[in-house]
């Protein structure tokens, strides 16, 4: 099996605690909505789907992070997760994290990984 890459966005468009960037992941022979978010300068990609219930995290388009800018925030029900790996850290999600999605940066844009 090969891996392949799709592009997401151009690096400088996923900013050190700022709004997030949305995309779509192939799932179930579906596309399913997903994020990319910069911590500690390294960019991190999720489903967009709270570890609780099948939601999506953003309080508005692409605003992920809380007030501290340094947890995500699920805007249902405040479940918080750990930016770096999508660890649940405390709500409702229950001991339940985010799914990571694999991305990588490469000649100053965002790619995600696809797996053929």
Known sequence: MADAARLICA?????????????????????APAFAVRFHGQVHAYLNRCGHVPVELDWQHGEFF???????ICATHGALYAPENGRCLGGRCNGKGLEKIPVFERDGNVYLTLTE
């Open 11 to 31: 690096s400088e468009a996923v900013v050190e605690g700022g709004a997030g960037v949305r995309f779509t992941v192939p799932r179930y022979g579906a596309e």
């Open 66 to 72: 809380d007030d501290s800018k340094l947890y995500l």
